[in-house]
C-alpha cells in the first residue's frame, strides 16, 4: 500500500474511532478496550467490529454471545453440511431440478443456458430459438447458476417477438441467448418465473421487486427440522433483486418476530459507519415497519422446515422465501447464509427477534460440536 493509501486508511479508522466514541457515549480508550476483546475473545477485524458496533462497552455478554464473525459461522455450517453436497444450494441449477422433482415451491425454471455443462434443464440455442423463447410468459427474470449477492440477476419483459431488459434495452430470442452466453463471470443462467409480492406485502412496500424472507434452519439429530432466525430483505426500489449488500443497493433489512411474524423495525447502514439506524417506514408508502406482520406466516415456516427436511443431509441453510399470491415459496437456498450480527446490535422493537437468535446460535454451537 502506497504512503497516501495508508494515511488515508488511517484517517478513516480516526473518524470511525470518534463517531464509535459519540455513538455509544464512551471514551475513545473504553472504546478501543472493548474493541480488542472483541476482536481477541470473538475473532472479529478490529475496523470490522468497530463498524457493527461493537465498540460499544455496555454490551451484554448474551448479546455478544450471538455474534459471529463470517468465518466463524462458516466454520460452523461446514460442520454441519457435507462438502461434497454443496451444489444442492449453491448451484441454483441443481437446486431447481431437485426442488421441482420432489414437488416442492420454487419459481418455475424455463430453462437453463450459456456455455456451462448441460444438464436436465438445459437447453441448446436452437432450442431456445425455436420452442422455448414462444413459451416464456410475458415477464421471467434471468440468474446465474452459481451467482451470488443478486449479482448478474435481470429481469425481461416479451414484448412482441422480442424481450426488454430492466433498462428498456430489446433483444431477440437469438440475442437473449447469446447474451446470456457470453457473459464474462457466470456460465450458465436460469430462465426463471418472476414472482410477485403477495398483496400486503406490495401494500407495505409499493414496490413490485419481490421481498423475501430469510429463514434459517437447522435439521438436529434427534430430527425434526427448526427454524431458528429469521429477517426480512425489503425492496426499498423498484429494482431486480432485494439484496441488501451491506446497504449498497438501497434496500432494508428487518427483523422479524418468529412466532408470528410480526416486524420491528427496519434498518440501513449508519451514515456515521457505525452499526445501523432505524428506518421506521417504508420510503415508498410511508406504512410503519414496527407491528405489521407479514401474511401466510405460519405456511412460511412449514415451508423452510419442509425444504430443510428434503434437503438432509444439509443440516443448516439459510431459504430466501418470497410471500406470493400463490403461497410461500423459495426463490434458492444459502448453505453459507450470512451472520445476523445486525439483528443483535442494530435498532429493535422488543421481544422481536433477539432472543430466539441467541438460542439458535447456542443450538447451532451445540450439534456442531456434537
Request: hydrophobic residues 45%; contains cysteine.
Amino acid at each position: 500500500m502506497t504512503l497516501s493509501g495508508t494515511l488515508a486508511r488511517l484517517a478513516r479508522v480516526e473518524r470511525l474511532w470518534k463517531a464509535a466514541a459519540a455513538r455509544h457515549g464512551a471514551s475513545r480508550l473504553a472504546v478501543a478496550r472493548a474493541v480488542a476483546e472483541r476482536a481477541l475473545t470473538l475473532g472479529f477485524r478490529p475496523v470490522e467490529a468497530l463498524q457493527l458496533g461493537l465498540g460499544d462497552p455496555g454490551l451484554s455478554p448474551r448479546v455478544l454471545g450471538a455474534c459471529l464473525p463470517k468465518h466463524r459461522l462458516m466454520a460452523l455450517q461446514d460442520r454441519l453440511n457435507p462438502i461434497e453436497l454443496v451444489a444442492l444450494t449453491e448451484d441454483k441449477a441443481v437446486f431447481a431440478e431437485k426442488a421441482e422433482g420432489l414437488g416442492l415451491p420454487v419459481p418455475k425454471t424455463h430453462a437453463v443456458v450459456g456455455r456451462g455443462a448441460p444438464g436436465p434443464l438445459s437447453v441448446s440455442r436452437a432450442d431456445f430459438v425455436a420452442r422455448t423463447a414462444a413459451t416464456l410468459p410475458s415477464t421471467f427474470i434471468t440468474k446465474p447458476a452459481l451467482g451470488v449477492y443478486g449479482e448478474a440477476v435481470e429481469r425481461w419483459a416479451r414484448r412482441d417477438e422480442r424481450f426488454e431488459d430492466s433498462q428498456g434495452a430489446l433483444k431477440s430470442a437469438a440475442e437473449l441467448f447469446d447474451h446470456l452466453s457470453v457473459h464474462p463471470k457466470y456460465e450458465r443462467f436460469l430462465v426463471q418465473e418472476r414472482l410477485e409480492n403477495h398483496p400486503e406485502v406490495f401494500a407495505l412496500t409499493g414496490v413490485r421487486a419481490l421481498s423475501t424472507v430469510r429463514a434459517a434452519t437447522l435439521l438436529p439429530r434427534s430430527g425434526g427440522a427448526l427454524v431458528g432466525y429469521a429477517e426480512w430483505k425489503v425492496a426499498a426500489t423498484d429494482g431486480v433483486v432485494d439484496n441488501f449488500k451491506q446497504g449498497e443497493t438501497g434496500n432494508l433489512l428487518a427483523n422479524l418476530r418468529l412466532r408470528d411474524g410480526m416486524l420491528g423495525p427496519a434498518k440501513r447502514p449508519s451514515p456515521d459507519g457505525i452499526g445501523m439506524r432505524a428506518v421506521e417506514a417504508h420510503p415508498t408508502t410511508g406504512k410503519v415497519f414496527a407491528g405489521a406482520v407479514l401474511p401466510d406466516w405460519p405456511a412460511l415456516l412449514d415451508v423452510a422446515r419442509r425444504f430443510a427436511e428434503a434437503f438432509a443431509p444439509l443440516r443448516t441453510v439459510g431459504w430466501d422465501i418470497g410471500l406470493t399470491p400463490q403461497g410461500p415459496r423459495v426463490v434458492e437456498g444459502n448453505r453459507w447464509w450470512d451472520p445476523a450480527n445486525d439483528v443483535m446490535l442494530g435498532p429493535q422493537a422488543p421481544d422481536v427477534q433477539e432472543h430466539e437468535l441467541v438460542a439458535f446460535i447456542a443450538r447451532l454451537e451445540a450439534e456442531a460440536g456434537a
